[in-house]
């Protein structure tokens, strides 16, 4: 049923790459969600949409998904990621202009080279989610690599600014956009702070806990999920378990290799009898996880938000976390987990005060989901997101 908030019906596309299981697929399903609660007709449009490996809504019917360019390559022998991801995302973004009629606001977000094609269709209005400049994702650390990204990276930041409402994850992200895109920044272009958000309705309160640790992210370096295994090695707790669980596409060359280095990183700690790996676990297995678990240790250093300790503390989870990033501003320090230095000393002597006293773990949960429940539910996101899209809105009206 619609909320009945927004002023007007509005017809809303929203296009994203790749719409498979990760953080910025779930703010995106919960924006057409969200959006479509308040009455506004929303259609997702992507490049890929694997009906077995993705979030459930996006095959529920609350919402279509149309996929275009699904038989363009994701690189060329592992390389030229950033190319193939642009070249998907043009396909998609011509589809849409030559063949479904206006839309009156598209929402865009990873890939902003679409922005100057999705202006043509001039009764719209353009908004760009930026979850991080991607330029400061990429490598820059040879020659080749520099000379391939310098066009890039300039058009990232021309048709970034090219977008009628830019919206970030966080305050970090907020000011190393303005620190990155330095032009921007000097004609005073601001994105605005739009949080991502977390169901709290399908995190019920756990009714036991076990001794385990749990780590959800995808399986990417970046993730730096090797310092989870080597704190839990430090504890020298035989009571205690490790499960790393996360999204997990075998197509992805670092995915698979990832995956064999932290069970061999395991292997050489002696505790791979003790740690369980789990690969692709669906909204349910992960939410079970959640409930069983003690707290959940969280890795990425200077991650742009993080939506994994928000979704623990939905859960009545503590969070450990590095104290970097989006965690500083969604972990309370103390009160509900702990922030620590990336480093496996700092992270297994957090790890190891849960062990001795697990109410101390149950009392920070409960601290946490109302903190939640407070700050990040997707009914405070809906809420800012619809006002955002309405206002835009009035503004091409007015």
Known sequence: MAKGKATSKLNIAIIHPDLGIGGAERLIVDAAVELASYG?????????????????????????????????????????????????????????????????????????????????????????????????LAQHTTFLRKLYRTPIDYVEEVTTGMADLILVNSNFTASTFANTFIHLNAKGIRPAVLYPAVNVDQFKEPSSFKLNFLSINRFERKKNIELAILAFAMLHSPEASLTVAGGFDIRLKENVEYLEQLKALAEREGV???????????????????????????????????????????????VIACNSGGPLESVKNGVTGFLCDPTPEEFSSAMAKFIKDPKEAERMGREARKHVVDSFSTHTFGQSLNRYIVDIHRGKED
């Open 40 to 136: 506004h007709k929303v259609h997702i449009f992507t490049a890929h949409h694997d009906k077995n490996r993705c979030f459930e809504e996006t095959i529920s019917g609350t919402f279509p998904v149309t996929v275009y360019g699904s038989f363009l390559p994701r690189h060329v022998f592992y390389r030229l990621h950033a190319l193939c991801a642009y070249l998907r995302c043009l396909f998609v973004a011509f589809c849409m202009l030559f063949m479904w009629p206006s839309f009156d606001v598209i929402i865009a977000d990873q890939v902003s080279v679409v922005i100057p094609i999705l202006k043509l269709k001039r009764s719209a209005k353009i908004v760009f989610y930026c979850h991080f400049p991607d330029l400061l």
């Open 272 to 318: 791979s009898n003790r740690i369980r790996f789990i690969t692709s676990c669906s909204t349910t297995e992960r939410n079970a996880l959640l409930s069983e678990c003690l707290c959940v240790i969280y890795t990425p250093k200077d991650e742009h938000f993080g939506i994994v300790p928000v979704e623990a503390m939905a859960a009545y989870k503590p």
